[in-house]
């Protein structure tokens, strides 16, 4: 888990949330009032709040407004002494991101779908990485306009689109890449915005060296090749899904 928690007031603005997370490298604050704990603000609360209506390409509203107008009141709580396994299916069942962990009733730490990486790299985990890999959903093209991309994810309801160019991966564009590129005109190409921060590995590479590269170079996923051509991708959640199954 990742410890200290890190914490944020209600009234604190959505702006200050999303500056903490980067500056803590964390994907969550826990909200808190004295000694209570309100609830949770992910980074993806901060994006659906600063990016504007997708039609436009500045975020002209939600910066100001208060954490608490935007944080998850029902956390999901595991006990620090749990297994990360069970924590694991825990998260995927809740279709949360990350979990609180606790003892006697007080958050001591957050576990994130990015910590069952690390786990899978120190339990050493053999499966070969075609195993547990995702087909691949959803491409544009490097050249296609930044407002474009956003429309088409929001249609798909989906949030991360891996960028090509002619047969070959270049980038990808998620929640991150989308709260980065809020400031950036709508016509502008999708390059400008996406990430370059992913790994390509062959199929038959074993799990845990896969997650001992995806920790140490902090990449956003992993692309999978068989003989030479994408064969999925492996996301935090792939990892995660895979530690679940131990439960």
């Known amino acids: 888990m990742t410890a200290p928690v890190r914490t944020i007031g209600p009234d604190d603005s959505l702006a200050v ?30 994006i659906d709040e600063m990016v504007d209506d997708l039609g436009t390409p500045l975020p002209v509203r939600g910066g100001e407004a208060p954490v608490a107008s935007r944080m998850t009141r029902n956390l999901i709580r595991v006990g620090a002494a749990s297994s990360i396994f069970t924590a694991c299916r825990t998260m995927l069942e809740a279709e949360v991101h990350q979990v609180v962990a ?96 992913f790994l390509v590995l062959p199929a038959r590479l074993p799990i845990h060296r896969a997650a001992a590269q995806f920790v140490a170079t902090r990449a956003a996923f992993v692309l999978v090749q068989r003989d030479g051509l994408p064969a999925g991708v492996l996301t935090a959640t792939d990892f995660c899904r895979r530690l679940a199954r131990l439960a």
């Open 17 to 46: 949330a999303g500056e903490l997370l980067g500056g803590y490298g964390v994907s969550s604050l826990l909200v808190v009032e004295g000694d209570r704990t309100l609830g949770v603000v992910t980074r993806t609360d901060v």
């Open 102 to 197: 606790t003892e006697a009733d007080r958050p001591v730490g957050v576990l994130s779908r990015s910590d069952a990486v690390a786990a899978a790299r120190d339990l050493r985990l053999d499966d070969p990485l075609a195993e547990c890999a995702t087909r691949i959903a959803f491409t544009v093209t490097a050249e296609q306009p930044i407002g474009e991309v956003r429309r088409l994810l929001g249609r798909a309801e989906i949030g991360t689109a891996l960028v090509v160019d002619g047969n070959f991966a270049v980038g990808v564009f998620g929640p991150r890449e989308q709260l980065g590129a809020r400031d950036l005109a709508p016509d502008r190409p999708i390059e400008w915005a996406m990430s370059s921060a």
